[in-house]
């Protein structure tokens, strides 16, 4: 069963966003649940994201966070099992993933590859959810292509298989990240399946956010892309939930909340992964170009600082 939720806000797992640090800020700013990024199964059981000190395993080993969804990708039965035994004690949901459309990911017969193997998905939920004691729940994308639609057979299936939530990406593996999320097949999804389903796709902003849930039904929504340098986007969407307006953020304040998440990487990440991280928190402040250079250009974590002071 999932565990209660303060918010209907979800933050979405993207790769080199959704770190243990980021995720805190998310939580602090309202986020209902927080997911990690993909993470190998594989990788886990042969110990490499212990051994990486920007690793969740290594920071949540002695700073647990919570809600949390620990999310999978993988396909061997044996290694999922011994990846969820790994992750069990330090998240609250193990999600696993069958949407990722990127080739390094299919190519391994994970991520979407998986949306067109029935049988083997059938065989890996039904050991998954009689492994764990955690709620699983599992990321998809509508289909291969719009011609080519499985979100309600793949949602049926692991409805059956005892899965607690699908998260729908309204894009088909073609799509990629372009186009338009497509709205209609969230809805459907929801009115077939009887457990909860979280839409995913195009939301920047809490009006976005509502629409979904207004012309889906969907119980939950998941931010991704909108969330990126703009963890307020999750305090934004619980005020216009709430009162139907929303205050956006200052630049003093942006430029604070980067400030409050810089003291925690420095610890944690490379002097390139902070210059990335910090890239994403100019999109919204005045003169973004000019800072973008003055991070492109800085030679320490002390010049990145200062950038935002």
Wanted: hydrophobic content about 40%; aromatic content about 8%.
């Amino acid at each position: 069963m999932l565990p209660r939720f303060k918010s209907k806000a979800f933050l979405a797992p993207m790769a080199g966003v959704s770190d243990y640090f980021f995720r805190e800020r998310c939580l602090v700013q309202g986020a209902g649940l927080v997911v990690s990024e993909l993470t190998s199964v594989e990788g886990l059981a042969r110990g490499h994201y212990v051994q990486r000190k920007d690793s969740d395993l290594s920071i949540l080993a002695s700073r647990p966070q919570s809600p949390l969804s620990i999310q999978l990708f993988g396909s061997d039965v044996k290694t999922s099992l011994k990846a969820v035994d790994l992750v069990e004690p330090y998240c609250d949901i193990i999600d696993y993933n069958l949407g990722c459309p990127a080739p390094h990911i299919t190519k391994q017969e994970a991520g979407a590859a998986l949306l067109a193997k029935d049988e083997a998905l059938k065989k890996l939920f039904s050991a998954l959810v009689k492994h764990s004691d955690k709620p699983i729940t599992a990321k998809i994308r509508a289909g291969i292509s719009e011609n080519n639609l499985v979100h309600i057979k793949i949602g049926k299936l692991l409805e059956q298989e005892g899965v607690d939530m699908i998260s729908l990406h309204a894009r088909t593996v073609k799509q990629g990240y372009s186009g338009t999320a497509q709205l209609e097949w969230i809805k459907e999804l929801k009115d077939t399946l009887d457990i909860p389903v979280c839409g995913n796709g195009d939301i920047t902003t809490p009006v976005q956010a509502k629409q979904m849930m207004e012309q889906t039904g969907c119980d939950f929504v998941m931010v991704g892309r909108g969330a990126r340098g703009n963890p307020f986007i999750f305090k934004q969407i619980h005020e216009y939930f709430e009162t139907g307006t929303y205050k956006n953020p200052t630049d003093l304040a942006i430029k604070q909340e980067f400030l409050s998440y810089l003291d925690c990487l420095t610890d944690h990440f490379s002097l390139a992964s902070i210059k990335a991280k910090a890239m994403l928190f100019t999109k919204n402040l005045k003169g973004a170009s000019v800072l973008r250079t003055a991070i492109a250009n800085a030679s320490s974590v002390d010049a990145v600082r200062e950038v935002f002071s």
